[in-house]
T-cell receptor, first 114, second 113 residues
Framework: GENVEQHPSTLSVQEGDSAVIKCTYS??????FPWYKQELGKRPQLIID?????GEKKDQRIAVTLNKTAKHFSLHITETQPEDSAVYFC?????????????FGKGTHLIIQP | NAGVTQTPKFQVLKTGQSMTLQCAQD?????MSWYRQDPGMGLRLIHY???????DQGEVPNGYNVSRSTTEDFPLRLLSAAPSQTSVYFC????????????FGPGTRLLVL
């Protein structure tokens, strides 16, 4: 089955700086890669996703890049703000018949220092 | 439109007790799933369903049963609770499958003593 590794487990950045979280996956059949943000005591919320036919996707201050050859994808947050503090999870699966569910990384606790 | 709802929000059980975690969605989604989240871990798939009457096992199904008699509801049953099942449980749904946007419920925090 799929295995997703996520690094770092904790990331502390100064407000206004950029943050990068990296994930690798093992199953070359995976073609859907979402990122979730989870605030303390809340449910995971999708912030951005990317499919394997695209190398990069951007939504305001958030971007995701995908390298299919190396089997890794990254989340980039620019101009970080205090409200970006949360735990971020990457995940992988394939879209199509037979896919069971998302395989998640173990999460990155992002801390924005004022 | 309530989205995905879960009940209860919090539950304490004694070892060996049984209970059902409820999950419902009002978006007419075919795909529903259950995950558990433990400290320092990502979410892990317990069971999933691609439509009414169809269920299958995920990564960590032992100790849990599910059924899907309607499109809206996907209950998770613990037949004999164990301390190892102490966790936060999230239900999720999507229109077609795992490769589409998943909408998560608010979660159920379960403590097994």
């Amino acid at each position: 089955g799929e295995n997703v590794e996520q690094h770092p487990s904790t990331l502390s950045v100064q407000e206004g700086d950029s943050a990068v979280i990296k994930c690798t996956y093992s199953d070359s059949a995976s073609n859907y890669f979402p990122w979730y943000k989870q605030e303390l005591g809340k449910r995971p919320q999708l912030i951005i996703d990317i499919r394997s036919n695209v190398g990069e996707k951007k939504d305001q201050r958030i971007a995701v890049t995908l390298n299919k050859t190396a089997k890794h994808f990254s989340l980039h947050i620019t101009e970080t703000q205090p409200e970006d503090s949360a735990v971020y999870f990457c995940a992988a699966t394939y879209s199509g018949g037979g896919a069971d569910g998302l395989t998640f990384g173990k999460g990155t606790h992002l801390i924005i220092q004022p | 439109n309530a989205g995905v709802t879960q009940t209860p929000k919090f539950q304490v059980l004694k070892t060996g007790q049984s209970m059902t975690l409820q999950c419902a969605q009002d978006m007419n989604h075919e795909y529903m799933s259950w995950y558990r989240q433990d400290p320092g871990m990502g979410l892990r798939l317990i069971h999933y369903s691609v439509g009414a009457g169809i269920t299958d096992q995920g990564e960590v199904p032992n100790g849990y049963n599910v059924s899907r008699s309607t499109t809206e509801d996907f209950p998770l049953r613990l037949l004999s609770a164990a301390p190892s099942q102490t966790s936060v449980y999230f239900c999720a749904s999507s229109s077609l499958g795992a490769g589409e946007t998943q909408y998560f419920g608010p979660g159920t925090r379960l403590l097994v003593l």
